[in-house]
């Protein structure tokens, strides 16, 4: 564990935990900095305006995106001043905050929070998670139910699936980051600027959203939160198994994405192998009895096919990766 200061808990991880209790309001309202909340709203009309009032108290513009609600979200979100933009048919999380991300940007913000227009975050522990930024102790600053001083609330169904998400995300990303899936965060202009390229449309943006933070080499940080999921509404849109499905989706693309030779080439290999043990197994069997299996022959061209296909596919994106990376490279040069 490395310095304590000011009541921060600093890791040499490339995820750091701060645990900090002191809610006093670190905004531009103080002089401090400018603080923006962007929030994604799809049906959310029983709980905008509170979500809303609340997070006005602690930042200097809200920037509400409706995602296609049929209700009055977008109304009341406006009526209460905050900047609304709309989409005309709902099109997932992810859309939601890159729409409001575009809206965010013209504010020229030096803090951009992210929350939920569900309830579910409480706009009241925002400072705790402007802080670290403006103290230049992170560029990633996550909400976290699983830090010390941090909790939640969810069915014990949620809980298990937030297990394996979040287990898959940080093998995935390669982040110490023990919340991987809280929407609740709070970003430096540096990070807000990397974080709105992300490519994700649905609620796998919390996903990508670490990984280019960590390919980036940006600084993250948890600060222990409340999550409420007891007495709202809903707390996905989304039915549980299609919600996982579509984290796991995501998780799955960043993976290969990253090291295509790890995860698509070697399981390639593999299966090539399977296939020439397959082929001599044929040979010999035709030898031995002059039976040619069909069955037999059938698989081994199958497990060679597409296992060939794998490793041209690894070498492919791999190739493309490091283009990618040289391009980038240059560019900041």
């Known amino acids: 564990m490395g310095e304590t200061e000011k009541g921060f808990v ?11 209790d002191n809610l ?13 909340a962007a929030i994604p709203a799809y049906n959310e ?21 409706d995602d296609g609600s049929t209700d009055a ?21 992810g859309e939601a905050l890159a729409t409001a991300f575009k809206e965010t940007l013209k504010l020229s913000p030096d803090v951009v929070v992210m929350l939920d227009a569900d309830g579910q975050h409480d706009p009241e522990e925002i400072p705790r998670l402007v802080e670290p930024i403006v103290m230049g102790k992170g560029d990633v600053v996550i909400g976290s139910r699983y830090v010390e001083g941090g909790h939640a609330d969810p069915p014990i169904f949620r809980r298990f699936g937030l297990r ?6 940080r093998k995935a990303v390669n982040a110490h980051v023990r919340d991987t899936q809280s929407g609740f965060r709070a970003l430096s202009r540096k990070a807000f600027e990397v974080v709105s390229s992300c490519q994700e449309k649905g609620f796998g943006v919390d996903s990508e959203q670490l990984a280019l933070a960590v390919k980036n080499g940006l600084q993250v940080v948890e600060v222990p939160v409340n999550i409420k999921y ?56 035709f030898n031995v009895t002059r039976y040619f299996s069909l069955h037999i022959a059938l698989i081994m061209f199958g497990t060679s096919l597409v296992g060939l296909l794998l490793m041209i596919a690894a070498v ?17 040069t």
């Not at 600093?10 to 900090?20: D, H, I, K, V, Y």
Request: aromatic share 4%.
């Open 45 to 65: 009309e029983r709980s905008i305006a509170k979500v809303v009032l609340l997070a006005q108290r602690y930042v200097d513009k809200v920037v509400v995106c």
């Open 10 to 20: 600093m890791g040499s991880e490339s995820a750091s935990t701060l645990r900090e």
């Open 24 to 36: 006093s309001s670190p905004v531009s309202k103080n002089g401090i900095a400018k603080v923006v």
């Open 316 to 332: 492919m994106l791999h190739g493309l990766r490091k283009m990618v990376d040289l391009i980038n490279h240059g560019q900041e």
């Open 230 to 285: 007891k007495g709202l509404e809903k707390a996905s849109k989304r039915a549980p198994l299609r919600h996982g499905g579509q984290l796991i989706a995501t998780i799955l693309r960043l993976v290969t994405e990253e090291r295509p030779l790890l995860y698509i080439g070697v399981p390639g290999a593999i299966l090539t192998l399977i296939g020439l043990v397959l082929a001599v197994f044929l040979l010999w069997l």
């Open 164 to 169: 394996i998400i979040n287990f898959l995300c």
């Open 73 to 93: 979200t977008a109304m009341i979100a406006e009526r209460l001043g905050a900047i609304v933009v709309r989409h005309p048919l709902n099109k997932g999380k």
